[in-house]
C-alpha cells in the first residue's frame, strides 16, 4: 500500500487525492462563492503538488435550494460529490458522513461559509509533506473580533470550565477547519458515537497536530445556523462527553452538605439542652429545605444528563439517514452507527 509520504517519489505516476468535506445547511448563497473559491484552490493543489482534488458536500437537511444548487455543481464537475440526509442532523453528523465518504489521502473539513479561507489548504498539505511525523494541521482564530462580546465571554468560560474538567484539551477558538492524513481520518471514523462533540475527538484521537491561527473572518453570505441556546447545548455535549467530573461534583457537593447538617444538628442539640428548646427559625428552615433540595435535583439533573447520553448511545441509531446522494456506490451509507 502506498502511504502519504511515499507520494512524494510516486508523484508522476499516482497523484495525491485530496478531500474537501463541506457540511452545509442553508448555504445557497455560500455554496457558488465557495465552489469558485475551491476549484482556485484545486487548481493551485494541481500545479504545486501534482494532487488531485475532489469536493464531498453534506446536505444537512436544508430547507432552501441547496440540493439543486449541488446537483447541478455535480453535474457539470464529477468532482463534485453529494450526500444529502433526510432531516437536519446537525454539523457533527455531517463532517461525520463527509469523512466517512471520503477516500483521499488527505482530507480537509471546512465550512462553506468562506469562514475557514481554502486558501491555506495548499499551505497545510505541504506542511504535512514536509513533517512526516504530523499527521494533522487544525486552525485556531486569533481573536474573538466580530462576534458579539456576550457570546465571547460564555465561550471563554465554556473553555475554562472544560479544560479543567476533562483530561482531553479543548483548544479555546479552535475551529472545526482540519487537513489531516487518511491515518488520522481513519481515528477520527474509529470513535462512531452518537453524542459526538468533534473538538474533543480531534483531540483525543492524538497524533501530532501542528496549529496555525488566522483572524476571524465574516460569512460570505447568508446566516449563521447557531444561536444562544445550540451553542449552550453543544457545551453541554462538550462537557458530558469529555469529562465525568460533574458526577463527582454532585457527590462532592452532596457529602458537603451532609457535613453542614451535621454540624447543624450537633449545634442545635446543644443550644436545645443548654438553652431550652424556643420554636424559632422557622424562615430559616425553609430556606435550607428549599437550598438542600435544590442542590438536589441539580445532581439528580447532572446524573440524568450522563444517564441520558448513555441512553441515546445504546439505542444504537444511525447518525444521519441519507435522502439522495450523487450515486456513486461508496458514498451510499444509509446507517454510520456501525
Ligand atoms: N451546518 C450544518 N448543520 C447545522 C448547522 C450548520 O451542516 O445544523 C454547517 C453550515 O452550513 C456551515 C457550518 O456548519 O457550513 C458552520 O455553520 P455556521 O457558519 O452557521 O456556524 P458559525 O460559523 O457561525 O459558528
Ligand atoms: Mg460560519
Request: charged residues 25%; aromatic residues 14%; proline residues 4%.
Amino acid at each position: 500500500m502506498i502511504s502519504h509520504v511515499d507520494y512524494l517519489s510516486e508523484k508522476d505516476t499516482v497523484p495525491m487525492l485530496i478531500c474537501f468535506v463541506v457540511p452545509c445547511y442553508n448555504e445557497e448563497e455560500s455554496l457558488p462563492l465557495f465552489y469558485d473559491e475551491a476549484c482556485r484552490v484545486a487548481n493551485v493543489l494541481r500545479q504545486q503538488s501534482h494532487a488531485e482534488a475532489e469536493f464531498i458536500f453534506v446536505d444537512d437537511g436544508s430547507g432552501d435550494k441547496t440540493l439543486e444548487k449541488l446537483r447541478a455543481l455535480h453535474a457539470k464537475d464529477e468532482r463534485v460529490h453529494y450526500i444529502s440526509f433526510s432531516r437536519n442532523f446537525g454539523k457533527e453528523a455531517g463532517l461525520y458522513a463527509g469523512l466517512k465518504a471520503a477516500k483521499g489521502d488527505y482530507v480537509a473539513t471546512l465550512d462553506a461559509d468562506l469562514q475557514d479561507p481554502p486558501s491555506l489548504i495548499p499551505e497545510m498539505l505541504q506542511f504535512l509533506l514536509e513533517n512526516k511525523d504530523y499527521d494533522c494541521v487544525a486552525t485556531r482564530r486569533k481573536t474573538r473580533k466580530g462576534e458579539p462580546p456576550i457570546r465571547s465571554f460564555f465561550a471563554k468560560m465554556f473553555y475554562r470550565i472544560i479544560n479543567k474538567m476533562s483530561g482531553t484539551e479543548i483548544v479555546d477558538g479552535a475551529r472545526d477547519f482540519r487537513f489531516m492524513t487518511r491515518k488520522f481520518v481513519d481515528a477520527v471514523l474509529s470513535l462512531s458515537e452518537y453524542n459526538r462533540f468533534s473538538k474533543g475527538i480531534f483531540s483525543w484521537v492524538g497524533f501530532k497536530t501542528h496549529w496555525i491561527s488566522y483572524e476571524n473572518i465574516e460569512r460570505a453570505a447568508g446566516k449563521t445556523k447557531w444561536n444562544f441556546w445550540s451553542l449552550f447545548k453543544y457545551s453541554i455535549e462538550g462537557i458530558a462527553g469529555f469529562s465525568t467530573v460533574p458526577l463527582a461534583l454532585s457527590s462532592f457537593l452532596g457529602v458537603f452538605c451532609c457535613l453542614i447538617a451535621f454540624i447543624g444538628i450537633i449545634v442545635v442539640v446543644v443550644r436545645a439542652l443548654l438553652f431550652g428548646d424556643p420554636v424559632a427559625g422557622w424562615p430559616s428552615m425553609i430556606s435550607i429545605m428549599l437550598l438542600i433540595g435544590g442542590l438536589q435535583l441539580f445532581c439528580i439533573g447532572i446524573v440524568g444528563e450522563y444517564l441520558s447520553k448513555t441512553y441515546t448511545e445504546v439505542k444504537h441509531r444511525p447518525l444521519y439517514l441519507t435522502k439522495e446522494t450523487d450515486g456513486e456506490d461508496r458514498r451510499f451509507t444509509p446507517s454510520a452507527n456501525v
